[in-house]
């Protein structure tokens, strides 16, 4: 059973935040509880494989040459990478995606169903934190249905929305307990200190270094397990060591011939390693598996 049209705007029993609205799920087949705490899960190339699709559907549609490869994901934001543009051109680029089925088309990431069987299994709640919006939680609820079905909490969307839009089918698979959307845009670390979460599993090394740089009660030294071995997280996100040309789009670089030397920077920040305080690389989710039964025993 899927999320109910019956739009409350309040948790039952809970306090009532009037900048985010609650959608309570209208089946009875909720994920059992667990009793070890709860784990806060990413969306995108975490749960299920975006980037690698959009290469596809890029090449489809675009037709840039040389055509993109998942490689060509050098940064999280795309607009710094080969084949985007600006900001905005980049916007309208990926509605277009969207609009060609990105959702549906993006397989899950390889593990990821049996290691969270396996977290819950060991008696951990899941939520998934996205930077999607609300306008996006149709599609969202869409695939979670198809693909991991009974096993998430709470779904949060990060994205602020203007007006919410009742999702207007049920679905087959059961999505969420709830989904949380709201007013103004949130972070990633302020809902994990709502939802009191152990920890973060995220492949953007921008939100590693917010959560691990954020201060809210902490149960252990890790609050994030940076996912994946992928191009775009390759290098440990620092603002604090991040230099002019590092901010500037791919289009920047190339008309300043910049090209060469940010490879050559990037290389050298792929060589430190440097990772912030409470972050943990982990490359697939065998490893999140792996980390989680270590911490699980330690406890
Ligand atoms: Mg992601």
Known sequence: MALSNDIKGVARGQEVDPDTETILASGLATPSKGSRGTIAVDMDDVLCQTNATIVHMHNELFDIQPPMKLDDFKNYL?????GWGTPEETVGMVAKLYQGGLYMRAPPVPGAKEALHRLKELGYNLVIITARSENQREG??????????????????TGAFQHLEPTKEEKEGHVARKAVV????????EIIHS???LFLIDDSSENAYDVSAATYPHEGPVKVLLFGDYP?????????????????????????????????LREKKIKEAWLPDGVRRVGDWKAVVRWVEEFDAGR
């Open 195 to 197: 939802t009191s979460s």
């Open 182 to 189: 709201s007013h103004h845009k949130r972070s990633k670390a």
């Open 232 to 264: 775009w997280n390759a290098v440990g996100h620092n603002p604090l060591t991040k230099t002019e040309m590092e901010g500037m789009t791919y289009h920047e670089k190339e008309q300043k011939g910049l090209l060469g030397e940010w490879e050559k």
């Open 140 to 157: 969202t609820e869409d695939w979670i249905a198809e693909y991991l079905p009974d096993i998430f909490d709470e779904i949060h969307f």
């Open 78 to 82: 795309y607009w710094m990478n080969r």
